[in-house]
């Protein structure tokens, strides 16, 4: 696997974990579980695959500082920085060419730096699975997890039929489908055959660029201009030429489009910790059904999420609610909510109170 | 008037409404109803009935310079520091002591720091006519306020008969009765006739002196040590004779045992505001009901009493909480145990989590 490579995209803003993410550190770069940070976490797991010196990160240049704190072993030239936010494909786009320019046999595993995979040992074996395939034609591949619940918050992968004789774990896809409603969740989980879409993509740096090109040529024009305006060393022309790109995801602009997408099932347990509420989902809770963090005083408190590291926090009598305590300020939003957890954010951004 | 003095006991623990207030700023220090501290809000309305010469303070030595701090009008002599908090009766016999000795005419108006009575004229209508009532005879008076619920968590005086031939204020005090439970609680409001002990009393210097050295000797054998050891400015041997009397409310040591006590019926509303929850009871209330302060951010928030003075606080969906951000810690208890939001405090005291 001498041309193998991970690129770790840790976008995103700090909104749907406020207040211990801030668009200054969001999510990919706080501690939510364990002592490791997201990313410090996604890191460690992409180690057991490539070397240091092939792991890429891509991220805002407003996170480069706290990413490189975090990440103190990684060669400072892999912190790919975006001039500015347009969504997966762009982002995955720019990563394949320096990486093709680099290494034309590239293969890379493109993967978000806060998905939570307790299991590194089968992580390791579905993503290996993957490159396999990558390698062997002109795949763009997926990785697809197996529901454990109707869940209406990820996008779905329809398999279709199986690249092995004997049932392995690679399939041709069907189709994309996007978030459904929860009745259509129910009907994929009762019909079989579909899959959770990880976010997670392997493929060569060569097909996946062929794939813009053929697929997406507005965002194929735009990083061959980048690509032209970094020979000539122009950096603003780089990062206004990427500021003009398109804001689109990978899934829509190319793998929905695609004929040769494959899936690779993956056998780890997976989440993408998207909200408050999926904390209590993957951690082990105590006797009381909480997931405590920071020694809060509780009394007669259950099934809640309490963060409070560096600030006190005491409950009482309360059940189902996400309590979060930091230097920025205090979230208390019930569970069923935690959805709209970030709208707190966002008005106090805007300087709003509500109602 | 002009023997005329108000005592304001501001004694008390940080516990009841941490984490704004704390045993350092205990809470007649706090601003839990405006923009003035309680201690200041109870200073404003006594000096409507007499100047500020003749206005003292009791309280524990660790809070006289937040008391100065926020009552700069008052001369400093006017401060009594406690050298131990030993309920009320020590107090208030301590504070006769200091005040017969200045004026042997002197009488004195005791009443707590932290009290809630916006009508201030109501207030100086009730107060005056205590102080007619003990001038006019050697009584204790109180003031007794008509209850408006079955509270649980007051005391509660049954008048007697009326000293007045045509249905005045004042009453003979047939019994002090403690804290009932609800039943006898709801029992008192059905028959009539009992009123909640206010905590605020009217006396003579001498007349009160003469009721602890009848019914609390001890305590009166302690005084006059103190008063001999002042006198020889021991003050070290004030304190330590202070620190060794026995810690009992005056209700139980002189009030429910003397048989000179009146009562003045109040015509004000009152509250002693003795827990978070007492704040949705006294306070206007926006239109979900909620009782903020601090600007939080409130999303679907309804009944929730919230303080986020000088934090950022976003509530979301949450409804019957209390929340209360300081730069002390955080507190979020449901209102129905708003009682034991205290332990919380002691909790963190005593260095436990609880669970």
Known sequence: M????CVIMAGGKGERFWPLSTDRVPKPFVK?????????????RVLRLVPKERVFLVLGREHVEVAR???TDLPEGQFIAEPAGRDTAPCIGFAATILYRRDPAA????????????????????????????MRGDYLVTIGITPTRPDTGYGYIRAGESMHADGGPCFRVDRFVEKPDEATAFRYLAEGGYYWNSGIFIWRARVVLKGIEAHMPPLWDGLEAIGRAEAAGDAIGVADRFKG????????????KADNVLMVKADFAWDDVGSWGALRR???????GNYLRGNPVCVDTKDCVIFGEGVRVGAVGVSDLIIVASGEGVLVCT???DQDARRVARMMERGETGA
């Open 107 to 134: 293969t890379m595993i493109v993967l978000p730096a806060d998905q939570y995979i307790p299991d590194e040992d089968a992580f390791v074996r579905t993503a290996s699975a993957g490159v396999e395939w990558a």
């Open 32 to 44: 939510l579980i364990g002592d490791k940070t997201m990313i410090q976490m996604t890191v460690e």
């Open 69 to 71: 704190a975090q990440l």
């Open 335 to 337: 569970l069923a909510r």
């Open 245 to 256: 790109l398109q804001r689109i995801s990978i899934d829509y602009g190319l793998m929905e």
């Open 2 to 5: 001498e041309h193998t490579y």
């Open 282 to 288: 993957v951690m082990k809770l105590d006797a009381s």
